[in-house]
């Protein structure tokens, strides 16, 4: 799912449909406690300044990976970090200097737990060097 815009209605209408997907998907035999164990992540991104930027994100599920075009490295990388963005293991890599702003945002739940990240980055390169396949949104 991907899409334009920077409204913060859609996405929250896009978080409760997701809630929902997840708490109906769970299989019948499933106990209470392993359907209420959802790993998931609204991913967006937000690239330019404030005057002029564009919005595109997707719904990142962990429980089997999919929606996102790496999901499961993206889903590996947060599960060693314990869901903690921040923590995710940082690359080596050298990135040009130039400046290209780029918001990374994502709300989900981790193992029970609320997931809140929000920072911004000089380009694209860094935002991958620090947050693995997280935000790859292009797969």
Do not use: K, N
Not at 2 to 16: E, K, W
Not at 25 to 54: C, H, K, N
Not at 87 to 92: D, F, G, H, L, Q
Request: glycine share 12%; proline share 5%; aromatic share 6%.
């Amino acid at each position: 799912m991907t899409y334009t815009t920077t409204t913060t209605a859609v996405r929250g209408g896009l978080l409760a449909a997701a809630a929902l997907l997840l708490a109906t998907a769970a299989p019948a035999q499933a106990t209470s406690q392993e359907s209420a164990r959802g790993d998931w992540l609204f991913v967006t991104l937000t690239t330019g300044d404030t005057r002029s930027s564009g919005t595109r994100g997707t719904l990142l599920l962990c429980d089997p990976p999919q929606g996102h075009g790496r999901a499961a490295e993206a889903c590996a990388q947060l599960e060693t970090a314990g869901g903690d963005i921040g923590a995710v293991p940082t690359r080596e890599v050298y990135c040009p200097m130039i400046y290209a702003p780029v918001t990374a945002h994502a709300r989900g739940e981790w193992q029970g737990r609320p997931v809140e990240y929000e920072e911004t980055f000089s380009s694209m390169c860094v935002l991958g060097a620090r947050t693995g396949a997280v935000f790859a949104l292009d797969g």
